[in-house]
Structures are given as structure tokens and as C-alpha cells.
């Protein structure tokens, strides 16, 4: 039998973790043991957990993507073999979800129940954290500068929904950013000087649903399953 934690984070989106973990309760036919159950109380609690979760086959976050990607780096820091991530959508935006085509909590309970799973492609990001280098892994994208300062706050979302949210942070961004000079490396390539932006992605959707300009040329369009993406860069 499947071995299953939850990892369900109650401050998102007005409370979705909360009724997304009771409507799993109410459709969920297994039996759900409380020490298997733990719910974040910070900011960064999600990777904590996940990390130290020791004999699961299974993690299942609970929440949008912020607590999704800290589950995610939390069972990279595993040793292998490494449980599943299982993801039940309860965000703003779901993007994580939404590009593994997880589009309902019963589309999610769905594949949680079959056992369905898939491999992805992710973003490996070595960064300073108070002094100390720490890892971090993205399924969406990955970005240094102007888009990595995001000014998007929950109450942004909330009253703006996703769209409305980070079209306000970019005009607030605009208005008090200055623009670095980074270095980025990629395959044989190379660049350096200044710029407002340097975006990996792993995938065509992010923020809300929104898609990435394909006008722009891209050096290998971001798929979530291709193990196309590699490259190194730096900004001050």
C-alpha cells in the first residue's frame, strides 16, 4: 500500500488549502492517518517537511504554486530513490497544475488515485540565501533581474485575480527598478552586460495562464519534458 504525506497549506487564496483538504476527506475512500497530515504555519515550513519526510512513497501538496515548488525542492533534497509529488490545486494560479494538464481537484484525485504520474524536466538554481549557498529547483521558470523582484502580494490576487495581479506589480516594478548588469552562459553562447531580464522556462504558461511571446526567439522552446534546458548566469 502507498505510503502518502500532506503537506496542505492553510493562507492560500483566501483559505482554498482548508476546503480543498476537506473536500479530499470527503471523497477520498482510504483511510487517512493524522500523523500522515501536516499543515504549514510559514513560509518555507512546506520544503521543511518535505525534506525531512522519511518512508513516503507519495507527497502530496496541497496549495498554489509556492507551496507546490517547496514540496518540489524538499523531495529533491532526498536521497534516491525519491517519493512522488502529488499535487491537489488549491492557488491563485495553479500554474504548476494547470501545465500537467490538473485542471480540477477531481482531475487531481484522479490521478492520485490511478497512481498516474509522469517525469518532468526541472530547473536546477544554486543562489545565495543570508550568506550561505543554498539550491533551489523550478518546474515553471527561473529568472534573474527585473521579473525575480516580483512586488505581487496576496491581496493583489485576491481582489485583482492573477492577470489584474501581475500586471499591477510590473507597473510598480517599473517604477522603482533599476536595471543590473548580468552574465549569462548557456551551451555555447554568452552574454554580458546590462539587461532588465534573463528568463529560463521550462514550460509556455506561467503567471495565471498567461503564455510567453513565441515573437521572441528562443534558443529551445521551454518544454516541461524535453531535458533540453542548461546554462549558468549571474547578476550585481
Request: hydrophobic fraction near 40%; charge should be negative.
Amino acid at each position: 500500500m502507498r505510503k502518502t504525506l500532506y503537506v496542505i497549506n492553510p493562507a492560500g487564496r483566501g483559505g482554498a488549502g482548508i476546503k480543498a483538504w476537506e473536500e479530499v476527506q470527503s471523497k477520498w475512500s482510504d483511510q487517512i492517518d493524522s500523523q500522515d497530515v501536516h499543515v504549514t504555519e510559514r513560509q518555507g515550513h512546506a520544503q521543511e517537511i518535505a525534506a525531512s519526510a522519511q518512508g513516503y512513497d507519495i507527497l502530496t501538496a496541497i496549495g498554489g504554486d509556492g507551496t507546490v515548488g517547496e514540496v518540489m525542492t524538499g523531495i529533491m533534497s532526498q536521497s534516491e530513490p525519491r517519493p512522488k509529488l502529488a499535487i491537489i490545486p488549491a492557488g491563485t494560479g495553479n500554474d504548476i497544475a494547470r501545465n500537467l494538464g490538473i485542471l480540477s481537484l477531481q482531475s487531481a484525485l484522479d490521478a492520485l488515485h490511478s497512481d498516474h504520474a509522469r517525469e518532468v524536466d526541472l530547473i536546477r538554481i544554486e543562489c545565495q540565501v543570508e550568506g550561505r549557498t543554498a539550491h533551489r529547483y523550478a518546474f515553471l521558470v527561473a529568472s534573474v533581474g527585473f521579473s525575480a523582484n516580483t512586488m505581487i502580494r496576496p491581496w493583489m490576487k485576491r481582489i485583482l485575480g492573477p492577470t489584474g495581479a501581475y500586471y499591477l506589480a510590473t507597473i510598480l516594478q517599473i517604477m522603482t527598478y533599476r536595471t543590473p548588469r548580468i552574465t549569462a552562459h548557456w551551451e555555447e553562447h554568452e552574454y554580458s552586460g546590462v539587461a532588465w531580464m534573463v528568463i529560463v522556462a521550462n514550460v509556455e504558461r506561467t503567471s495565471g495562464g498567461s503564455m510567453f511571446d513565441h515573437s521572441i526567439p528562443i534558443e529551445a522552446e521551454g518544454s516541461s519534458d524535453d531535458a533540453a534546458q542548461s546554462g549558468v548566469g549571474s547578476a550585481r
